[in-house]
Each structure stands twice: as structure tokens, then as C-alpha cells.
């Protein structure tokens, strides 16, 4: 197949890298019939995550010979290839509508321009190659691929490899294409106790700090320290940039890890008649904003029980003030507050996103890995009074599940044959980090998010294995569980809430960061729920927008952030 006829060019063919391509291709876009698929790829950042392109033994054309598998955080530039739905063996096509299908190798490259940034020019590639001397296209750039027919019977051939628990004759899954993978939808059982072998190793440690000198403020000496007195000073100081001691921090710290353990991975929250509940979404360490809606909200008390819906840290630099803000509110009043895991209650997001770098600046390395396992212990949702549901991202998603590459809006597919019960939930493992192998059902309840048509589609929140939710799914799974509402966070609203679904079974967002990342300019609101007669009324919402802050900027302490410590060890090396 061209293959003898190629055998004296393959020598020369190197990739865009300079490497020698061992097993060269040879095609003709401009030959329809070479063509089975084509798939196009928007692409907002550079590097895309394609690490090679190799021309046909023509040198015309350039199809992907390397490329990152995987994203490997949300919004990772290196894994919008991958996301996009790119593979290995795609041939470009059309490079932001201009057909290059018969253009020579390097012209295509210099458009295209998808290299690993050189840190010390901090740019990209810069000379043109090419003999038409181009320059590389501009952001949002759209690239059709072409799949080859030559490249189908390998295609095939994995597919065949890829396990299948289920039946691929099921008619259910006609439509599929033949390398989407049907994955079990496991259940992970929750151990009886939870006990952390890094948090009983701490104990000692903590109890040899020296005492603070020369600290003005509230001093814990466990729960009963705690009092409105103690929390005003502590949010006084925390706005003065006052933190409370390490001493003090890392027993308030495993302190609630001592509580949140003993919980369910799904709690039951009861409120009294005539008493209310407040339910505030993501909060991303926006410490003035946090401050100034408990000046409308209240403190949580018997009267206000607060559920804190997730996504409290990370992106915002006062994740650390507001974190220790949830810690001492549940320390304060354990059974008026609640805490649901958000999607960056993770090793990885905290990571990437702000609030380990955060903590080593304001306190040390060591005390991530109490903040890790807090978050392994933090439940995944609450049920407020057997009616209203709330959890941070979403409802479960299909089983089994299906993968395939790539994101399509247009996707709505049914799912789920049999629902999953308020109780799965509740005997679920939550002692671990969120992953869609190992545990899909933490995934669903902290990554999904609702869409407008019915049915399930996947998300393009990851590379794969999140999904969106229709209507008719959200009131299955309500329905089934005999509840009537389901309240959500993780995406920003412009009016800080919104009825994503309508109708008897609503899913309403609340997002409680107003203005977040200092630049989405949206108001906040938290929802509040009040037991009149026997049922939950309301919500009603309380709004709020955006308070001056110091002049410190959202994402200071992110991976390559200003305040981030590897930045700045890296500065003062220089
Ligand atoms: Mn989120």
C-alpha cells in the first residue's frame, strides 16, 4: 500500500521534531476517497498537546505521529488535542477554513505552530520554515482532521481489544463508534471506619509545636473555645492578613478530620419547623466576598443551619482564611454545618489551582496532607429534610458508562436503566481521590453539570468521563428518590443562581464567588430554605455582588503564579 514505493524516501522522513518516523504513511488528501471521518478540534490556548506532526513520504500534508493521551487537569492546554477528540494518525485538513490539504509539510507547520513553549525566549516558535513564510494562526483556532481508511483495520483492531462488560449487540448502543468503551459503573463499598495513618503521625508533631510568641488573637483549645467573640477576631484578622498559629491551625484542622470522618459519605440534614437552612455554592477562596455575605447570611447557628456546597478553595489567595473560616463554623456548631466535597476539594486541583502553594507560603508543605485528607473525608452530599438534594456538581451519570473521543453538544443519550438509590450513595467510598476507573459515581456527584435537552452527553470538563445531565435524567433520579429539588453549584450564573431544569423536579445552581477570578463580573447568591408547616419553602436567594479586596490577584498562588513558592524560589535564584 505505497509502503514499496516509499521504502528509498522513509530514510529522510523526519517528524517536526527532527526525529527519524520509523513507520512513514503515505496519503493524498486531496483524495477524497483516502478519507473515512473527519473531526474538528477547537483550540484556545497553545501548546495543544500535539507533540509531533509527520508529512506523507511526499513531504505534503502533516498528520499527528505524537501526542499527549490525556488532559491531565481541567482546562489543561496540553490536553485540548486529546479533549478536542485528535489521535494519533489524524491528517489536518483545514487549519482555520483554509483547506491544506496539498500544502508542503513545513508551511503547514508554521501555521499551526504547536510547540512546547521555549521558557527562557518565552515564546513559541517564531521562524517560518515554510517557503510561504507563514506565521502562526490566531487564537481560537479551529483544525479539521481527516481519518484515513488505511488506518481503520488498526483502529478496528484495538476496539476488538478494548474489555467490554456489556453487549455490544444491545441496540442501545448501535450509534456507538467502534473504539468507544462500555465501562462498568462500580460502586465503591465504604470501609466501616476510616482511620489516616499521615493525620494519628501528625498528632505528635502538632503536639511538639512551640507555642506562638508574641500573637494576638484567638487561641483554640478545642471545640468549646470556639464562640461568635473568637470567629469575629478571627475574620477581623484574617482581612488585616492575621492568620491564626500553626500550632492552633493544625489542631482546629484534624480536629473537623476527627468529625468529617464519622459522617456519611451522604449526610441527613434536619430542619425544624420555623427554622431555616442556607446552602452557599463556591466560594474559591474570595475571603472578602465570603465575609461580606455571612454579614447578610449570619453565622450558622441551630436556627441557620449552613451547608457549604463544595469548591471552597483554590483559584482566589484567601483560600486558606475562608478554609479555616468552614473550620471553625464546624467546630462552633457540628451539627448546624455541613460540608459537601466540590471538584477542587482534590490533591490534583489544590495542586494546580492555588491552595497548596497558598499553604506553604502562609503556613508550611506539611500541612497540605492534613488539608488532603480533610477533603477525602468531607461528604459528597447532603439531603435536607428528605426533600431537597444538594451536592456540588451533579446527578449520577450512565451505566454503564460510555467513552468515546471527543466532545458533541448534539450527543443525548439514555443512560441509566436502573436508578441509583439515596442509600447507594450513602454506603459509597468517598476516602479517596475523585476518578471515573475507580470510582465514577464521586465523579458525577462533583464534576457533572445539567444541560437543556434530555438525555445524557459528554462533557467537556475532562478528556473523558464526565457527563452532562438532561431534565428528564434529573427527574428520574429525583422521582425515584422521592425528592423534590435538587440544588447545585459549580458553574458561575450571572445572577449567582439559576433553575438550570425547570418544572415539578428543579435543578438550581448557586454560586456564592461573586465577580470570580476577579473578572467574570458576576453576582453571587446563597439560597435559603425555610421549614414552614412541615416542608421546605423557598429557596429564596440573597445576592450579593463583588467587595474590594487587597490588590492581590485571583490565581497569585496557582502552579507559575506571582506567589506561588516554586516562582518565587526561581526569581530569587535568578
Ligand atoms: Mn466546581
Not at 517536526?16 to 473531526?39: C, R
Not at 507547520?109 to 506565521?135: E, P, Y
Not at 431537597?388 to 451519570?397: S, T
Not at 467513552?403 to 467510598?429: H, M, P, T, Y
Request: charge should be negative; hydrophobic fraction near 35%; charged fraction near 25%.
Amino acid at each position: 500500500m505505497g509502503r514499496s514505493i516509499s521504502v528509498g524516501m522513509s530514510a529522510s522522513i523526519r517528524d517536526s521534531e527532527g526525529q527519524k518516523v520509523k513507520d512513514p504513511k503515505t496519503f493524498d488528501l486531496t483524495d477524497a476517497s483516502q478519507i473515512s471521518a473527519t473531526h474538528t478540534a477547537e483550540f484556545k490556548k497553545r501548546p495543544f498537546g500535539v507533540l509531533a506532526y509527520a508529512p506523507s513520504t511526499s513531504g505534503k500534508g502533516a498528520y499527528i505521529v505524537n501526542m499527549n493521551e490525556k488532559s491531565r487537569y481541567p482546562g489543561d492546554p496540553q490536553g485540548q488535542a486529546w479533549t478536542g477528540g485528535a489521535r494519533k494518525g489524524y491528517v489536518i485538513k483545514t487549519v482555520g477554513g483554509t483547506d491544506v490539504s496539498n500544502w508542503e509539510f513545513w508551511d503547514i507547520m508554521d501555521l499551526v505552530d504547536d510547540k512546547i513553549l521555549d521558557n527562557s525566549a518565552g515564546k513559541f516558535q517564531t521562524d517560518a520554515k515554510g517557503a510561504m513564510g507563514n506565521k502562526p494562526a490566531d487564537l481560537p483556532l479551529t483544525i479539521e482532521y481527516a481519518q484515513l481508511k488505511a488506518d481503520e483495520a488498526e483502529r478496528a483492531a484495538a476496539a476488538e481489544e478494548s474489555k467490554t462488560y456489556v453487549d455490544r449487540e444491545d441496540p442501545r448502543y448501535a450509534d456507538l463508534p467502534p473504539d468507544a468503551k462500555l465501562v462498568e459503573y462500580k460502586i465503591p463499598p465504604a470501609p466501616a471506619t476510616y482511620t489516616s495513618k499521615t493525620v494519628e503521625d501528625m498528632r505528635g508533631y502538632v503536639a511538639s509545636l512551640p507555642e506562638p510568641v508574641g500573637y494576638v488573637g484567638p487561641r483554640y483549645a478545642g471545640p468549646a473555645s470556639i464562640n461568635k467573640d473568637f470567629i469575629d477576631q478571627m475574620l477581623s484578622n484574617a482581612r488585616q492578613g492575621k492568620l491564626l498559629p500553626m500550632k492552633d491551625a493544625y489542631r482546629m484542622a484534624i480536629d473537623v478530620f476527627d468529625i468529617l470522618k464519622q459522617e456519611k459519605t451522604l449526610g441527613r440534614v434536619q430542619v425544624p419547623e420555623g427554622k431555616k437552612v442556607t446552602v452557599v455554592g463556591d466560594l474559591h477562596g474570595q475571603l472578602y466576598d465570603f465575609s461580606h455575605m455571612l454579614s447578610l447570611a449570619g453565622y450558622p447557628s441551630p436556627d441557620n443551619t449552613f451547608v457549604f456546597n463544595g469548591d471552597f478553595v483554590d483559584r482566589g489567595p484567601w483560600s486558606v482564611e475562608v478554609m479555616f473560616a468552614l473550620l471553625a463554623f464546624k467546630l462552633w456548631h457540628p451539627q448546624n454545618v455541613f460540608m459537601n466535597r466540590g471538584n477542587h476539594e482534590s490533591e490534583l486541583a489544590n495542586h494546580f489551582y492555588g491552595f497548596f502553594g497558598e499553604i506553604q507560603v502562609k503556613y508550611e508543605k506539611k500541612m497540605c496532607d492534613v488539608f488532603a485528607e480533610i477533603f477525602r473525608a468531607t461528604p459528597l452530599a447532603h439531603v435536607l429534610n428528605n426533600e431537597v438534594f444538594v451536592v456540588h456538581g451533579g446527578i449520577p451519570g450512565p451505566d454503564p458508562r460510555i467513552w468515546w473521543k471527543g466532545i458533541d453538544n448534539q450527543v443525548g443519550f439514555d443512560g441509566r436503566a436502573i436508578q441509583i438509590s439515596l442509600a447507594e450513595i450513602e454506603n459509597c467510598n468517598r476516602f479517596m481521590e475523585p476518578n471515573p476507573a475507580e470510582n465514577p459515581l464521586m465523579v458525577d456527584l462533583l464534576w457533572s453539570d445539567p444541560k437543556g435537552k434530555d438525555g445524557y452527553g459528554p462533557s467537556g470538563r475532562m478528556s473523558e468521563g464526565i457527563y452532562l445531565f438532561g431534565p428528564d435524567v434529573s427527574k428520574n433520579f429525583m422521582q425515584y428518590n422521592n425528592l423534590k429539588m435538587t440544588i447545585r453549584s459549580h458553574e458561575v450564573k450571572a445572577q449567582g443562581y439559576r433553575y438550570d431544569h425547570e418544572g415539578q423536579y428543579p435543578v438550581i445552581t448557586i454560586f456564592s464567588a461573586p465577580n470570580y477570578v476577579d473578572k467574570a463580573g458576576n453576582k453571587a447568591a446563597v439560597a435559603v430554605l425555610t421549614n414552614t408547616g412541615g416542608t421546605l419553602q423557598g429557596p429564596e436567594f440573597i445576592q450579593f455582588a463583588a467587595q474590594p479586596h487587597p490588590d492581590v490577584p485571583s490565581g497569585a498562588y496557582s502552579a507559575g503564579g506571582p506567589l506561588h513558592p516554586d516562582t518565587q524560589r526561581s526569581t530569587v535564584a535568578r
